[in-house]
């Protein structure tokens, strides 16, 4: 069965830096676009970044450009968020999502599967 | 950027009742939009893609509808275990933007 499960979460000051990892199984994970969400405490979903099948094409949030960086290993089934520069209000759960096929996107449809999130404290 | 405007933010419906949320989009997205159920604590599980398909193993009393920049979530007899927040999603462009939420709780 499809298991997409995220860690390197912790807590990390202000300027700090953090990379996440989510290893996926259950699936051909080179055949898939991976997208990270985060969710700040009691707040709505927020889209962070988008990074291609292959790894040679990626997209990130406004918020984030310069200052995170998504990649991927596809022989060892993991998708990586480094996150530097870190500020006080990106605490937050970060998850992992897969894009589902078929949407007519190269990027991928429906968030199909999610990991179970990890969780990320930006505080002095 | 595309911004996603779901209404309302919470609702309050018995059990049995008929609920209904909206979402528009500032720019139109034809069909590619997902709807998604999140529970406390849990990470969000796609219901609806594609506007108006049911994912695999959801229950029927969820439906979508809509295309362009209007879309409709409907619960159609709610039931407890449907107490979650929804989130409407596009997916027709990067980045992809979701709506802010809609808590539901039983009256």
């Known amino acids: 069965q499809v298991q997409l499960v995220e860690s390197g979460g912790g807590v990390v000051q202000p300027g700090g830096s953090l990379r996440l990892s989510c290893a996926a199984s259950g699936f051909t994970f080179s055949s898939y676009a991976m997208h990270w969400v985060r969710q700040a405490p009691g707040k709505g979903l927020d889209w962070v970044a988008v990074?291609?099948?292959?790894?040679?094409?990626?997209y990130y949030a406004d918020s984030v450009k310069g200052r995170f960086t998504i990649s991927r290993d596809n022989s060892q089934n993991t998708l990586y968020l480094q996150m530097n520069s870190l500020r006080a209000e990106e605490t937050a759960v970060f998850y992992c999502a897969r894009a589902a096929h078929g949407s007519g996107s190269f990027w991928g449809g429906r968030f199909d599967y999610w990991g179970q999130g990890t969780l990320v404290t930006v505080s002095s | 950027d595309i911004q996603m405007t779901q209404s309302p933010s919470s609702l309050s419906a018995s059990v049995g009742d008929r609920v209904t949320i909206t979402c528009q989009a500032s720019q139109d997205i034809s069909n590619y939009l997902n709807w998604y159920q999140q529970k406390p604590g849990k990470a969000p599980k796609v219901l609806i893609y594609d506007a108006s398909n049911l994912e695999t193993g959801v229950p029927s009393r969820f439906s979508g509808s809509g295309s362009g920049t209007d879309f409709t979530f409907t619960i159609s007899s709610l039931q407890p275990e449907d107490i979650a927040t929804y989130y409407c999603q596009q997916y027709a462009t990067l980045p992809r933007t979701f709506g802010g939420g809609t808590k539901v709780e039983i009256k």
């Open positions: 990074i291609s099948y292959d790894g040679s094409n990626k």
